[in-house]
């Protein structure tokens, strides 16, 4: 199983981004994905999942500003990012859970970069 994030980049403070994380080497639907991310010199944390029945959560620092989606069929998920801060620089993970109750899979990680 492969799964690749694009759509990151350099972005103004106020400004949007939408990532998408394709996958591959499966047919069957993930229970979960989810994105994470890492900005210099931190964990690794949390931003966003959401289940293959839709039902999703995000951190607080997000909450309102980024909105999760998927694709069950094509096993994609999406990540609108709006409003976006120089605290939200960081590398974004995707991440997806076939059949072991915790993420399994994890994606190369996309750069996203907000200018102040």
């Known amino acids: 199983v492969q799964l690749v994030e694009s759509g990151g980049g350099l972005v103004q403070a106020g400004g949007s981004l939408r990532l998408t994380c394709t996958t591959s080497g499966t047919d069957d639907s993930f229970n979960a994905m989810g994105w994470y991310r890492q900005a210099p010199g931190k964990d690794r944390e949390m931003v966003a999942g959401?289940?293959?029945?839709?039902?999703?959560v995000y951190a607080d620092p997000v909450k309102g500003r980024f909105a999760i989606s998927r694709d069950n069929p094509e096993n994609t998920v999406y990540l609108q990012m709006h409003s976006l801060t120089s605290a939200d620089t960081a590398i974004y993970f995707c991440?997806?859970?076939?059949?072991?109750?915790?993420?399994?899979?994890w994606g190369q990680g996309t750069q996203v970069t907000v200018s102040s």
């Open positions: 991440a997806a859970e076939l059949d072991r109750g915790e993420y399994q899979y």
């Open positions: 959401i289940s293959v029945k839709g039902t999703t």
